[in-house]
Nanobody
């Protein structure tokens, strides 16, 4: 069924930036709705950003809108999450996910996504 591998996480100070990458193998990433999610300790998984199949539609959680940007590079079969103006409350494990069901848009609801990467940790210090 393929694989998703995230990278790019790390530790930064508040106000800093990071770019997360999600490399897909075994299928063409742009053919499916994709999303970025995060989960902090003892908190529920939260949808952060989503992009439709083909990349024409995007959505963001209110908490990150204007600071985070989701994008994809079709030549590299890679999904990105550019994060700027990071805050301590952005600290979490970040996951990319794919909806391989045939839908063209799946939004920020984790339940639609059945194919997940292993995650990459982002830590923002004040």
């Amino acid at each position: 069924q393929g694989q998703l591998v995230e990278s790019g996480g790390g530790s930064v100070q508040a106000g800093g930036s990071l770019r997360l990458s999600c490399k897909a193998s075994g299928y063409t990433l742009s053919s499916y709705p994709m999303g970025w999610f995060r989960q902090a300790p003892e908190k529920a998984r939260e949808g952060v950003a989503a992009i439709s199949s083909g990349g024409g539609v995007t959505a963001y959680a209110d908490s990150v809108r204007g600071r985070f940007t989701i994008s994809q590079d079709n030549a590299k079969n890679t999904l990105y999450l550019q994060m700027a103006s990071l805050r301590p409350e952005d600290t979490a494990m970040y996951y990319c996910a794919a909806d391989l069901s045939g839908r063209r848009w799946s939004g920020l609801s984790a339940g639609y996504y059945r194919h997940w990467g292993q995650g990459t940790q982002v830590t923002v210090s004040s």
